[in-house]
């Protein structure tokens, strides 16, 4: 039985087994389908009942063949299966005990460099974390610091412009627009990374901004429009020596370039800066100074004695207007802090040219000819509709009217003397003599 064993097997134990390996190994392989094949092939399919003792036996059959085979190859290949086992199992051996030594020698190097990296990293994670905080609260600090500076420095600003035992100052008001400016560039810059990151939830800058800024600078941009009202150079209202006209002119300067600086800088995207405060002050001058002077002529044409004292005032009005375009046109825009580009830019070498772009017209006089032409055509004709002396007089003196609004015109146009040029033409005003007689005279008729 041993040398059958040892020896090559017999003929039989060559041939191939009558079992179709292939169909139960097949990955297609259904045990339902293949059941139902066997009891069909061994009965008859119209039978009742089926006899399932055949397929059942053909099934046990094959078991037990598969089973022999089984024990068959495993007897057959007993010592070379356990020579291969314990070759796999030595050299398994020798793997791991040459692993272990690789992994002990790995795991010493990994807490050498956790204690000498990872740990001293941590710690140095910490201490950035600190510094950067006592950075951000440094800097925090240093503006907070810088901005109640510029706080105390523009409350003794302001305090220079109130009139008391000296004389005001109408320069403080320069001076307390660059500080509002300096005060700006740090509260509206809190941005990431800015001098004013996180300004705004101190409680010291927002009583700042409450009780001081905010108060003063209100108060600069009101003196600073006062100042433009006031302005007046002509001689209507009596003489008026050098060092006064040098003075209304200094004031006026100061005022117009303090309400440049503090125009807002915030804009829309694609729109472009102008001296909003700065131009709407000028307009508010000049229609004061229009509207004064549409009413009061108004009420001399329906009056004509008091014409000639109205055009006179007339002509100062207009004096005054004149001798402004020529402020304005002799004083440079000046440098604004927050827009360093303004500097650079072509066509704005004073601060007339925004004015008249603003007011779409080439000169202030004929601004304010023209406007009160437009003003005063429909008075005209309210008079005239209303009949009366007034309209007969009116009629009656047309070329008297006519003469007194041309010298009027002429001599509006003139600047005053205190700031008049030795040489300087005057002009030519024949267009504005027109547009004022037309408006006026033109609907009285011949």
Sequence with gaps: ??????????????????????????????????????????????DTPLDLSTPLSRVLFDIQEIDSHIDLLATRSAVPLLTHTQEQTEASGRIIAEVDGQIK????????????????????????QVASRLWDTLRLGRAVGRCLQLGRQLEVQHAELAPGTKKEDH???????????????ILEHKGHGEEGQGIDRVNAIRSLQEVVTAPIERSVRETAERYVREFSMSSAAGSSTFAQSEEAKARTISAL???????????????????????????TYLKTSLQSSVASLYRSLAALPTLDRTLAEVSAR???????????????????????????????????????????????????????AGGLSTRV??????????????????????????????????????????????????????????????????
């Design 318 to 372: 207009c004096q005054n207007i004149v001798a402004l375009e020529i402020v304005l046109e002799s004083t440079k825009a000046p440098p604004h802090p927050l827009l360093p580009n303004l500097s650079t830019e072509k066509g704005q070498r004073n601060i007339l040219q925004p004015l008249l772009g603003y007011l779409e017209t080439g000169s202030l006089p004929s601004y304010f000819w023209r406007s009160m």
């Design 1 to 46: 039985m041993d040398s059958a064993a040892d020896g090559p097997p017999s003929r039989e134990e060559e041939e191939p087994s009558y079992i179709d390996y292939e169909t139960f190994v097949a990955p297609d392989f259904d045990p339902a389908r293949f059941a139902n094949t066997l009891v069909l092939s061994t009965n008859n399919a119209n």
């Design 381 to 446: 004709q309210e008079i005239l509709n209303r009949g009366g002396v007034s309209a007969r007089t009116l009629r009656t003196n047309r070329d008297t009217v006519a003469s007194s609004i041309r010298e009027c015109v002429i001599k509006g146009c003139q600047p005053p003397s205190a700031i008049a040029k030795k040489g300087e033409k005057t002009g030519n005003w024949d267009r504005e003599v027109a547009v004022m007689l037309s408006s006026v005279v033109g609907s009285l008729g011949r």
């Design 257 to 283: 370039g303090t309400l440049y600086l503090l125009s807002p800088t915030a804009l829309a995207k694609g729109e472009k800066w102008a001296p909003t405060l700065m131009l709407l002050a000028l307009e």
């Design 171 to 185: 320069r403080a008001l320069v001076r307390c627009a660059h500080t509002i400016l300096s005060l700006r560039e």
């Design 105 to 128: 020698s790995l795991n010493d190097s990994y807490r050498q460099l956790e204690k000498e990296v990872i740990q001293k990293h941590a710690e140095a994670d910490e201490v950035k």
